[in-house]
């Protein structure tokens, strides 16, 4: 992709506007977690927040079956990941931390394996940008031992990935 972000965030606006119309707490949650990604990777960690805030909130364990039988993933936990890297950018560390071992907690206790694993990675991302190499190299291995056994072999390249900074950092 082309990373095509205003006409995403369009998108992800009209999405939203449309759920409010229509009352389902699941899509209400989807339409959040849509536009609080397209922020995120914009760089508008500030605007961003309330977005991810709102799809995690309002996410409940009955919306993830669906979630993962649609979208391949649990979007409330994602939506906490992001609001962890978008809170640890901010400098609201201990927030950002707190964020990111809920989400590591939630995703464990799914037993959903690309859940698990998306998750893993974003916690070696976030140590990584703190410069907690050890840290980084515990989490990434356990993804990678994870994305072998079942066979996620694009989420174990990003491991891999910080992997090796960590190694080389330390």
């Not at 095509?4 to 229509?22: G, N, R």
């Not at 989400?103 to 990584?128: D, K, M, R, Y």
């Not at 190499?133 to 990935?161: F, H, S």
Request: proline residues 4%; negative net charge; hydrophobic residues 45%.
């Amino acid at each position: 992709g082309r990373g095509d972000y205003p006409i995403a965030q369009a998108l992800s606006e009209d999405l939203l506007e449309l759920v409010q119309q229509e009352h389902d707490p699941a899509l209400f949650v989807e339409a959040h977690y849509s536009l609080g990604t397209v922020l995120f990777w914009r760089g508008e960690f500030v605007a961003a927040r309330p977005h991810l805030t709102q799809a995690f909130t309002h996410d409940t364990s009955q919306h993830v079956p669906t979630q993962i039988s649609l979208y391949g993933t649990a979007s409330g936990l994602l939506a906490r990941r992001y609001a962890s890297l978008a809170l640890g950018a901010l400098g609201y560390l201990d927030q950002a931390k707190q964020h990111l071992q809920e989400v590591l907690t939630q995703a464990q206790e799914l037993a959903h394996p690309l859940s698990w694993g998306q998750t893993l990675v974003n916690a070696g991302i976030f140590h990584h940008l703190q410069r907690q190499a050890p840290i980084t190299q515990e989490r990434t291995e356990a993804l990678i031992t994870l994305c072998m056994e079942k066979d996620l072999l694009v989420v174990a390249t990003a491991g891999m990935v910080l992997r090796g900074w960590a190694l080389v950092a330390q």
